[in-house]
């Protein structure tokens, strides 16, 4: 009967969406990393000073809107694999990484034209007086843990949301639920953690 539940299971699992290649696969996985990584690792140190005739800080709401959009869909789409809606599932789960590369452009878009922001820089000079820090001291600490949190564990979890997915598009579900199990987790925090930065964040915008 077990066997019976579990091979009909099987069956309404979707069909593979790519042909297999694994070296093909974790060399562009690695080789996209590895970009994103280095790209996102340089930002703080450029800045392009054009005049985009809008306010750039909107590219920060635009990701905060973006993460609340993945949390929501990594949430339900958990709920729709455990009810056994597989192919929801899947579609959600690709609309949520379609979500991050937009994210990823907004990002990098945000950090190119406004720049860094330091936390408690209420005039917007760059610098924190000690009057500054003395004023948002205790809030500060918070803020970098969940800020050094988020930006730790999204720079690591990409290879790994990336295998999961390409195991899941060519039906090694084993493999798939396998990787999942950790890094669906981890990706929430990361999609819950970026809205609360960029609310933390945002009153030190210049």
Known sequence: MRKEKQRKTFDNLPQASFQKNDKKAKRLIWLFSAIIFIVVALLSN????????????????????????????????LVLV?????????????????LSVIF???????????????F??????????AGELADVKSIRSIYL???FSHILLASCILPFILFSAYRGLTAEYSTHKKIARYTWPLWLYVSITGPVVYWMIRPYYG
């Open 120 to 129: 408690g820089d209420i005039n917007h000079d760059g610098f924190l007086s």
């Open 145 to 147: 843990f969940i800020l």
């Open 104 to 118: 990823l452009i907004s990002y990098i878009a945000h950090h190119l034209f406004a720049g860094e922001a330091k």
């Open 82 to 98: 455990r009810r056994g809606k597989y192919l929801l599932h899947k579609k959600l789960m690709i609309a949520a990484l379609i």
């Open 46 to 77: 450029f800045k392009l000073k054009i005049n985009l005739g809008f306010d750039v800080h909107l590219f920060a709401l635009a990701n905060a809107f973006i993460n609340i959009t993945i949390t929501v869909l990594l949430i339900i789409a």
